[in-house]
């Protein structure tokens, strides 16, 4: 008798760790699996998050370059002056803003020093605006939805020619 106690205990025991092991891993699979707390990236159609300081409905299309003031890819900065001056021409329906999570001195002395004519926003949780890094543009329509977004840290030839379409 006392060895199939002995057995039962076991068994038992060993069925045990078993199932709580199965249900940690259901727990863990559902808690980064889905739910509210993931944050979702950008979508194209999907409504871009608003920017204090910055009316969509200004321009039939505002192009927003989130950057970082520490770049420093000469090429990178020659295509964004590329596209601030396409959109800057008479007639062009696209307005540019530069976006950027570093305060106002930098931003300021970033972009005098790459020659970007363009307007800036300072400070903008770029976290909230599901901008995963730097550089992104995003093209948003007057009514604040996306309608193309790129990310990288440098463009090949061809997106270069993509994005210039895009805003032209």
């Known amino acids: 008798m ?27 699979l559902r808690l980064y699996s889905s739910g ?12 871009f998050s608003e920017i204090s300081g910055l009316d969509y409905k200004k321009s039939p299309k505002t192009l927003v370059l989130a950057l970082n003031t520490q770049s420093s890819c000469g090429d990178c900065l020659e295509f964004y002056r590329q596209l601030i001056s396409i959109c800057d021409r008479p007639g062009s329906s ?24 363009i307007t800036t926003i300072p400070s903008v949780n ?3 605006l599901s901008i995963p890094s730097t550089p992104a543009l ?12 790129w990310l990288g840290s440098s ?14």
């Open 2 to 28: 006392h060895k199939n106690l002995k057995a039962v205990v076991e068994i038992s025991s060993a069925a045990a760790v078993i199932v709580v092991a199965v249900l940690l891993c259901v727990s863990l």
């Open 36 to 47: 509210p707390h993931l944050r979702r990236g950008l979508e194209t159609g999907a409504h």
């Open 94 to 117: 696209v307005k540019t803003v530069g976006i950027f999570d570093e305060p106002l001195h930098d931003v300021h002395k970033f972009v005098m020093n790459a020659e970007l004519n």
């Open 126 to 128: 770029l976290d909230k």
């Open 138 to 149: 995003v093209l948003i329509n007057d009514d604040g939805k996306i309608i193309n977004f």
């Open 155 to 168: 463009f090949d030839d061809s997106e270069k020619t993509q994005i210039a379409s895009a805003v032209s």
